[in-house]
């Protein structure tokens, strides 16, 4: 084990006085709540920019910080690229419209709702219907360790087989979803496609996402060479992940992602 001398990751500079993402401490609550709902649509419009957009489907969800019961998501029908502050809709976890002019998506809400009920330590989840992910999803199969960036998801996430194929409308779909997420960031709904959760933020569970799409592509494309890959062993994969996996680090890649999506689209803030 390195000896990180009081750092959330090895990544954080030792050197003191140089420019690096650090935590906002909010002071109030409606800070808080602005700060998430903020990175929400940040989030969303991260997703436009890799063409995560299927027609309606796909939904993004964090918790009101002070009424957990509650989550914000994107409104039904508004492209991930228009999604801002302002059209955000708050959620129970029956379905209901707490706050905003949108409905909800029926699909989300079962999805998110039971994840967010059944692990209370969850903040925010991440779904969309994406071209590798869904084709992924086909094969039933977990990510391998054949990459470094595969193995941020070595033994942290899950393939899921209940109601595979089937579109979560029903309560019962999203239960067995939620059974699923019991101490990992991400799983692999079977002929659907990707889902990941955050204990940490909502950065972390978007750039996670993002992360495992690629992995998808990965997979696909190595598998389309017919080249078998090299598999990294057991012990190395799973430094690896201590290090570039972790929900501080998810977080942390998103922090270029904010940077960037603050200067080119600022209506997302409106």
């Known amino acids: 084990m390195l000896d990180l001398a009081g750092r959330e990751s090895i990544y954080q500079p030792e050197q003191t006085g140089l420019i690096f993402p650090e935590h906002v401490r909010h002071k109030t609550v409606e800070e808080e709540r602005l700060h998430r709902k903020q990175r929400l649509v940040a989030a969303c419009r991260a997703f436009a920019q890799q063409k995560f957009d299927y027609g309606f489907a796909g939904h993004l969800t964090v918790r009101d910080p002070e009424t957990p019961d509650l989550y914000w998501t994107n409104p039904m029908c508004v492209h991930f690229d228009k999604v801002c502050v302002s059209n955000l809709i708050l959620v129970d976890h029956d379905g209901k419209v707490i706050e905003g002019d949108y409905a909800v998506n029926r699909a989300g809400f079962v999805l998110h709702a039971n ?9 925010a989840m991440c779904h969309a219907h994406t071209v590798y992910g869904t084709a992924w999803a086909a094969t039933g199969r977990p990510i391998d360790p054949i990459t470094q960036d595969a193995c941020a998801f070595f033994e942290d996430h899950v393939v899921i087989g209940d109601e595979a194929g089937a579109v979560a409308v029903e309560n019962h779909a999203g239960s067995n979803v939620a059974k699923a997420f019991a101490g990992v960031k ?16 909502i950065e972390s569970a ?10 998808c592509k990965q997979q696909l494309d190595i598998a389309a060479s017919g080249i078998t ?3 990294i ?9 201590e290090h570039v996996g972790s929900e501080y680090i998810g977080w942390l890649h998103f922090q270029t992602i904010w940077n960037q999506l603050v200067i080119d689209s600022p209506d997302m803030l409106d």
């Open 233 to 241: 062993p057991k012990d190395k994969a799973r430094y690896s992940r």
């Open 229 to 231: 890959p090299i598999h």
């Open 186 to 201: 991400a799983a692999i709904h079977q002929n659907h496609g990707l889902l990941t959760a955050s204990r940490h933020s």
């Open 206 to 215: 978007a750039f996670w996402f993002i992360a495992l799409e690629r992995c």
């Open 115 to 123: 994840v967010h009920a059944e692990h209370p330590d969850i903040i």
